[in-house]
């Protein structure tokens, strides 16, 4: 048997005592990470000074792990302050147990039922889109929000009306940042962004044509676009029916928007 062999026998046996024994150890790495973002959950708003001095460690240390987090969707930052982040409730929605913080599911619900489309509320994370909530019929859809809570912004209608509701310069950040492998999708999305940009809506073609999504971003005055909304349906029905179901979709975001009412339920 090889060294290497040895010792992952030797680390599968040291994991599966410790199980056994209950005893879990520590890690500098983990623990840190986890530190940030409890110190973010119970203190919304921190500067990145003020988690320096709760996690008592070197501020680049501590910038290194709050730029990734920030990176990656589990923390966003605003003013120089820092919240939780939307990944985290991604994987709320891909266990099943989905909390919609930006509008109710009932809205979803609602929405779906006058669209007969099924309806998915998203959020930016970093470069990707992830769904947060559903509503409708489409057990593939569904299937699907839940075991890849990652998307491509471009590669998604609400995506692609998150994105073009950004500032010119940050588009073209993102734009620039892309390999040559998305350069289809981002010809394809300069093609289309003056029309998102006018109409607010923003459209994709699914399942090798048989599928159409239709979205429009929650627009928020003070914080802009907070998230998106999306309508799957079959193509051949929906296409047709385009500008009317895309009427109903702003009518309903609009109800939101002008709702008096919390904008983030407790999980």
């Known amino acids: 048997m090889s060294r290497d062999a040895d010792e992952a026998t030797a680390n599968d046996d040291d994991f599966e005592s410790s199980k056994a024994g209950k005893n879990y150890q520590n890690h500098r790495t983990v623990d840190r990470v986890t530190q940030i973002l409890e110190e973010v959950v119970y203190n919304p708003g921190m500067t990145l000074t003020q988690i320096v ?21 589990w923390l966003y930052e605003e003013d120089h302050r820092y919240f939780l982040g939307p990944a985290i409730y991604a994987l709320t929605l891909a266990s099943g147990h989905i909390r919609a913080g930006l509008v109710t599911h009932a809205d979803l619900l609602e929405l779906h039922n006058a669209t007969g ?10 470069d990707h889109l992830i769904y947060l909530d559903e509503a409708g019929s489409d057990t593939i859809d569904n299937f699907e929000a839940r075991s890849d809570i990652r998307r491509p912004l471009l590669a998604t209608a609400g995506g692609k009306a998150l994105l073009a509701s950004r500032p010119r310069n940050e588009i073209e950040a993102f734009l620039k940042r892309r390999t040559p492998q998305d350069a289809s999708s981002v010809d394809a999305f300069l093609t289309e962004y003056d029309e998102i940009r006018r109409t607010g809506i923003a459209t994709n073609v699914r399942r090798r044509g048989s ?9 928020s005055k003070s914080r802009g676009a907070l998230a998106a909304i999306t309508l ?19 009518q309903h975001i609009q109800s939101w928007v002008d709702r008096r009412a919390p904008t983030r339920e407790a999980i």
Request: proline share 2%.
């Open 53 to 73: 001095r709760a996690c008592d460690a070197a501020k680049s240390s501590i910038y290194g792990f709050v730029n990734g987090l920030l990176a990656n969707g």
């Open 232 to 250: 799957v349906g079959s193509r051949q029905i929906a296409e047709p029916k385009l500008a009317e179901i895309s009427a109903l979709l702003s």
């Open 117 to 126: 489309l099924t309806v998915f509320l998203g959020v930016q994370a970093g």
């Open 211 to 219: 599928q159409l999504a239709i979205a429009q971003v929650i627009d």
